[in-house]
């Protein structure tokens, strides 16, 4: 599939800049040795509902600590958790670690829905794994609004609730 997504990127004539790296797992990891890249570096969280019902690919900047239950507040449904590796890989076709917004383009039954922080909205560029956690891709704002569109995944653009 990443092969699509960069065939999709260069097709349509998309800006974007790629960097292959060794494997990261956490932002730590990114930071310490992920290429300088432009744009801004994204934490990426794929949670689900306490009944398992309903699934959120969660975006805010990589420094931001999400406080899930005034999340789940927000959202209007029961208490949030993280997903399972299973369901990640059964709804968004990755493993952890190579989560990001790119992975919506493998929900074609829009299974999960999309919540980015304003931060990440109002960036210029973003940056994001191309479905493997070994590269990282830096796309323009246009580029992400042309992608959802592309995946017709629509994202909810709220202030997310940072712990203190």
């Not at 999400?66 to 968004?92: C, M």
């Not at 973003?126 to 992400?144: C, F, G, K």
Request: hydrophobic share 45%.
């Amino acid at each position: 599939m990443q092969t699509t997504l960069l065939h999709w990127l260069d097709s349509a004539g998309h800006d974007y800049h790629f960097a292959e790296h060794p494997a990261v797992h956490t932002i730590d990891e990114a930071l310490s040795c992920a290429p300088a890249l432009p744009g801004l570096m994204c934490k990426n969280i794929f949670v689900r509902d306490a009944k398992g019902k309903r699934h959120v690919l969660v975006i805010v900047p990589c420094d931001k600590r999400i406080d899930l239950l005034a999340l789940g507040l927000l959202l209007q449904t029961s208490r949030l958790g993280f997903a399972s590796p299973d369901r990640l890989l059964r709804h968004l076709g990755v493993t952890p670690g190579s989560v990001s917004v790119l992975a919506l383009m493998q929900d074609t039954g829009h299974a999960v829905e999309l919540v980015l922080d304003q931060a990440v909205w109002d960036a210029p560029q973003v940056q994001a794994h191309p479905l493997r956690n070994t590269a990282t891709v830096a796309i323009s704002h246009a580029t992400l609004v042309a992608f959802l569109a592309h995946t017709g995944h629509v994202p909810r653009v709220v202030e997310v609730p940072a712990l203190s």
